[in-house]
């Protein structure tokens, strides 16, 4: 069962534009994380949010937790094409003292020069 | 060098086949994760290893087998390849957190890319 979905899939825009990119469930998470990964490597880990209305921002990137801790966003501001890449984010959720890890469906995002 | 390292890195192989996919650590973690991407599926967890003796099932494992050998090492192994289990395969560290500070960090090997025919 997915229980995280990330949207859009696939977006491809010009260098300089904004985006934004969404990661949606109807489960609560106690934390959220984005990981940004590249062709041929392994993600890597960009934020981490805890709070319910979390706002962290990463230079250009500025990641939002929801009031319910149920969904996240992810906007760039001034795309360059150094963002390009598959974003996916990840919930956490508490299960016997344990935290377990579900990722979403990712979106994958080309900056054109 | 790589803080986690995964060989081999791309392998194919035929249905029916036995696999191992090794990974290895230099980051002193306890917690391991094997995960399988697909396109469009995003990463889902196979086995999980929160220490030497300690094995969990993920959401996928029907059809692999784990064995965590030492702190540093966990390998996965796919006892009759079959040719959906083609896609591209993460082992992954975590450092345990602290209380109420949410879930670790996961750093990620490059990835083995295993195709079945």
């Known amino acids: 069962t997915q229980l995280l979905e990330q949207s859009p899939q696939f977006l491809s825009i010009q260098e300089g534009e904004n985006l934004t990119v969404y990661c949606n469930s109807s489960?609560?998470?106690?934390?959220l994380q984005w990981y940004r990964q590249e062709p041929g490597e392994g993600p890597v880990l960009l934020v981490t949010v805890v709070t319910g209305g979390e706002v962290k921002k990463l230079k250009r990137l500025t990641f939002q937790f929801g009031d319910a801790r149920k969904d996240s966003s992810l906007h760039i501001t001034a795309a360059q094409p150094g963002d390009t890449g598959l974003y996916l984010c990840?919930?956490?959720?508490?299960?016997?003292?344990?935290?377990?890890?579900?990722f979403g469906t990712g979106t994958r995002l080309t900056i054109i020069p | 060098d790589a803080d986690v390292t995964q060989t081999p890195r791309n392998r194919i192989t035929k249905t029916g086949k036995r696999i191992m996919l090794e990974c290895s650590q230099t980051?002193?973690?306890?917690?391991m994760y094997w995960y399988r991407q697909d396109p469009g599926l995003g990463l889902r967890l196979i086995y999980y290893s929160f220490d030497v003796k300690d094995i969990n099932k993920g959401e996928i494992s029907d059809g692999y087998s784990v064995s965590r050998q030492a702190q540093a090492k966990f390998s996965l192994s796919l006892e009759s390849a079959i040719p959906n289990q083609t896609a591209l395969y993460f082992c992954a560290t975590e450092k345990r957190q602290g209380a109420n500070s949410g879930s670790g960090e996961l750093f990620f090997g490059e990835g083995s890319r295993l195709t079945v025919l």
């Open positions: 980051k002193g973690h306890d917690r």
């Open positions: 489960s609560v998470f106690s934390s």
């Open positions: 990840a919930g956490a959720v508490r299960n016997f003292g344990n935290e377990k890890l579900t």
